[in-house]
């Protein structure tokens, strides 16, 4: 259990001191050759599980948090988080690879840089390999944190700063929505656990939140996977340094919404809604993604858009796979068990072909200083390596052989092909148009390759129109494209290992109720000429014709109206809110004093007096009421007539006076109300308070007459009238109802307890000695005040006088 | 005499915060006093006039006013009088810099 938790809290771990190694070390190592050590010590470490997970092994590991609330670090480690652990180490240590050539030793900030980015993999670890809902949710907002914060790298930039924002504001709505589903999710089953709810499956799925549930799930991982029309984000998140883009915006973060929907399918899979949804929303999204994909001449938008269109193809796998869960073991389950298994050979194969896809982009970003296809071209003279790998990812991408895609693509090609046949849940008459929209995205996926390697690297070499000298990347920047480029080639011809070791595993945690042979689970290049490899051809020939005549057509493409752009409306969407909450803000934010008092005291009434009457707390007793003698009533009237007297004084030093008397009147009351101490307090203050008042009143202007307009009088008396009724009314109330005794019978032990004879003493220096304490402080720092203010002025005159 | 100490609070906080929606600075400080003074009143009040005598052990054994409100009020008349203290010499200073004590023309301004 140790080591597994050092490992998953290595990254948070080692981000305290990478600003160390930056500062001390950078000069000598580039920072990133130490914090490399960080995901391949994970991956080698995650490596070691494999045997014994594809051995049908789970491990469960508890770490107590906040054991009184049920918090604990409670992780379940089986094939599917083994799967995503692997991504996430092995994607980031070729990552941070690529991105010591890639991010300048010298011009970045690569102390931000790697903390964010290894705060970015702690919390992805902790996503996958968490079983307790809270914490899922916990890391999940993480990621989206992270991941901000690491799109808005080069925050000089106003469009990193925006795109940051964006993806930010869209990932945690959807967070929110996934809290919300977990809430319910956890009223259902009153368990935190995910091993426990699918334990639960029965008072789950016949709970009356069952569908809220799954569609808030449902919004939270849509939005972190770009599916439409959540996916408006990641085009912007292209902001990020190109092996950000790599790591969280193709191969890792965003397929954090695939591991919850697969996660999620023992609980809700089987239900028509989830397919729908499921299945509907990553086809159109495979759809619009491919579309869109095609208009883009920044190649790192078209890569942007190829990855919602990609993310978009496996949730609709996983979709269909969670078919299986409605059959169940027998032969239709079977086949949409296979559905899901290539749900996530394809979310494998799509991280090692986009991974490499991005780092060449990054590459011909580095060395061209540009990455605009207009601008690009014949690149293939100068940089053959890079050239070598982009043909080999781009080729696997568009789904051919001898490359990984063309594996996963076949499959999917299957899995639509049986969905039209199943004919449940409605798809009898509409089925069909799975597999005609699959084959129609599948073109244009075709299509946007073609365009990414030949308009980039084939066709005419122009120099004049790049910003450098172009010539090959240097190698350290080649190996992990390369890597990622062998393992595209490596995994169709060995398929089956991946398959076993890793792959079905997964699939076991996914779909745990079916019973699946490893002869189902085969994965082969060649089926026989099936319906798969003829849509295959097809897509190739229609594909060739497409790319051919793009010149004619994408233009049209090119000048799509912005007003019918989902992104346009977002913005526009966003400034108007600004704009409204500005005013809205300014309406009643004055800054003038008197309109916030008004507030003030509005609410005041308002809220003590309808809630004295509302909650029939209006109750008067006057039994108890000591009587009132000659004197007492000579100072109340006294009192009233110098208040009167402040009130409607022209002359300053009547109203100070008028005060004062006020004050010594008090301390009369005190010595009334047997109240030494107070009097004493009292007429000290009161004489200081006095001459502070005359000293500045000394510096101040004289008082007006009130020359203020009628209505303006009139509602200060009403606030001021209600305000004094409100407060007699309060406590008039307060003493008609004694609800308790009072608590002073314990501080007339003071001797006893702290061996003073005065209690008032007693209370202020023993009892509540640090309130004392504390209201010492204020006296010091509100003297300090005075004292600095003063002071500031007589300097400022002095400096004036030297001018 | 609860009553009438109630009354007579109720009016001080009238005319107190009659006062401090002036708009002249100097008002603003007079009925914040005025207010605080009434709160202190209020205090007492509702601890119960003249129940015993005064709250010192050694004079008699048993029936004392009503200790504790008597140390919150010590505690307020401190904390009153350094806020006073602070304000006036606030106020002073704002009229030096600004050369008006009319809130009105003080009031702080958009984008600041």
């Avoid at chain 1, 500062?23 to 994970?42: A, C, D, E, M």
């Avoid at chain 1, 003073?756 to 220096?765: E, W």
Wanted: with cysteine; aromatic share 14%; hydrophobic share 55%.
């Amino acid at each position: 259990m140790v080591p597994f938790y050092a490992f998953i809290f290595l990254p948070f771990i080692f981000a305290i001191i990478v600003p160390f190694l930056y500062k001390y070390l950078n000069r000598q190592i580039h920072t990133g050759w130490f914090v490399l050590l960080v995901p391949l010590s994970i991956f080698i470490y995650l490596l070691l599980y494999i045997p014994s997970v594809a051995a049908g092994e789970t491990y469960r590991y508890t770490l107590p948090w906040i054991p009184t609330l049920e918090i604990n670090l409670t992780s379940y480690l089986d094939g599917l988080s083994l799967l995503f652990g692997l991504l996430i180490s092995g994607v980031g240590a070729l990552v941070i690879l690529y991105s010591i050539f890639y991010m300048s030793k010298e011009r970045e900030a690569l102390h931000n840089f790697y903390v964010y980015l290894l705060m970015f993999m702690g919390a992805m670890l902790g996503v996958v390999f968490s079983d307790h809902l809270l914490v899922f949710y916990g890391f999940w907002e993480l990621t989206s944190v992270s991941s901000f914060l690491l799109i808005s790298y080069w925050y000089e930039r106003r469009s990193s700063r925006q795109g940051a924002l964006k993806a930010m504001l869209i990932t945690v709505f959807g967070g929110f929505g996934m809290l919300a589903g977990f809430i319910m999710l956890i009223l259902m089953a009153d368990t935190y656990s995910i091993r426990e709810l699918i334990a639960n499956l029965d008072v789950i799925q016949n709970h009356e939140l069952f569908l809220p549930a799954m569609l808030c799930v449902l919004v939270g991982a849509f939005t972190k996977s770009a599916q439409f029309p959540f996916s408006i984000w990641l085009p912007d998140a292209m902001e990020a340094p190109t092996p950000v883009s790599s790591y969280l915006h193709s191969a890792t973060m965003v397929k954090a919404g695939i591991y919850l929907v697969a996660r999620m399918t023992p609980i809700f899979g089987g239900s028509s809604v989830w397919f729908w949804l499921v299945a509907g929303v990553g086809l159109i999204t495979l759809l619009y993604g491919s579309l869109t994909a095609i208009r883009q001449t920044d190649l790192k938008a078209l890569l942007a858009y190829s990855t919602i269109s990609q993310l978009g193809l496996i949730m609709c796998l996983l979709g269909v796979g969670s078919l299986a869960v409605y059959f169940g073991p027998g032969e239709s389950g079977t086949v949409f068990t296979v559905a899901t298994f290539a749900a996530l050979f394809h979310l494998f194969n799509h991280s090692t072909f986009k991974g490499s896809l991005f780092m060449v982009v990054g590459i011909i970003d580095h060395e061209t200083g540009r990455r605009d296809i207009r601008f690009l071209g014949g690149l293939m003279q100068v940089m053959p390596i890079t050239f070598t790998i982009a043909l080999i990812s781009g080729l696997s991408m568009a789904g051919l052989p001898p490359f990984n895609g063309f594996l996963s693509k076949e499959m999917f090609f299957g899995a639509v092909n049986e969905v039209s046949q199943a004919g449940i849940f409605g798809l009898g008459s509409i089925g069909v148009g799975f597999p005609i929209i699959a084959w129609v995205a599948s073109i244009f996926t075709f299509v946007y390759c073609m365009i990414f390697i030949f308009k980039t690297f084939g066709g005419r070499f122009r120099p004049e129109k790049l910003t450098r000298e172009v010539h090959e990347a240097p190698l350290g920047m080649l190996i992990s494209p390369l890597v990622l480029g062998a393992l595209v080639i490596l995994i169709f011809f060995f398929p089956n290992v991946l398959g076993k070791l890793i792959l079905t595993p997964a699939l076991t945690a996914v779909l745990p109720m079916m019973d699946v042979t490893p002869y189902d689970l085969k994965i082969s290049a060649w089926h026989g000429l099936n319906l798969e490899l003829l849509m295959t051809f097809s897509v190739i020939i229609f594909g060739l014709l497409l790319f051919k005549t793009a010149k004619r057509w994408i233009v049209a493409l090119r000048g799509f109206p912005q007003g019918l752009m989902l992104s346009h409306w977002f913005n526009r969407g966003i400034e108007g809110t600004e704009k409204l909450s500005g005013s809205l803000t300014n309406r009643y934010m004055t800054g003038s004093l008197r309109h916030y008092l008004i507030y003030i005291f509005s609410f005041f009434v308002l809220l003590l007096l309808s809630s004295l009457l509302g909650l029939y707390g209006l109750h008067f007793d006057f039994s108890q009421d000591a009587p009132i003698g000659f004197f007492e009533a000579g100072l109340v009237i006294a009192m009233i007539i110098a208040a009167i007297t402040v009130l409607m004084a022209g002359n300053r030093i009547i109203a100070i006076v008028a005060l004062g008397a006020m004050g010594y009147m008090i301390s009369m009351f005190f010595v009334i109300f047997r109240a030494p101490d107070l009097a004493l307090t009292q007429m000290v203050v009161e004489t200081v308070t006095t001459v502070l008042f005359l000293l500045c009143f000394y510096h101040l202007p004289k008082l007006k007459k009130n020359i203020e307009r009628i209505s303006f009088k009139l509602t200060n008396v009403i606030i001021s009238l209600a305000m004094g009724l409100t407060v007699s009314l309060l406590a008039l109330s307060a003493n008609g109802h004694k609800l308790f005794e009072p608590i002073t019978a314990f501080f007339e032990n003071a001797y006893e307890l702290a061996g003073a004879k005065n209690i008032v003493n007693a209370i202020l220096v023993d009892f509540r000695g640090f309130d004392t304490l504390l209201e010492i402080s204020v006296l010091t720092i509100a003297g300090l005040g005075v004292y600095l203010l003063v002071h500031q002025r007589v300097k400022r005159r002095e400096s004036n006088e030297t001018e | 005499m609860e009553t009438l100490i109630v009354i007579l609070v109720g009016i001080l906080v009238s005319i107190g915060t009659y006062l401090i929606l002036s708009k002249q600075l100097l008002r603003i400080v007079l009925g914040a006093s005025i207010v605080s003074h009434a709160v202190n009143l209020l205090i007492i009040t509702s601890g119960g006039l003249k129940k015993g005598s005064a709250p010192l052990l050694g004079e008699r054994e048993v029936g004392f006013a009503d200790a504790l409100p008597q140390a919150l009020i010590l505690t307020a008349i401190v904390i009153n009088f350094a806020v006073t203290a602070l304000v006036l010499v606030l106020c002073y200073r704002a009229y030096q810099h600004f050369r008006t004590d009319d809130m009105e023309q003080l009031r702080g301004h958009e984008n600041e």
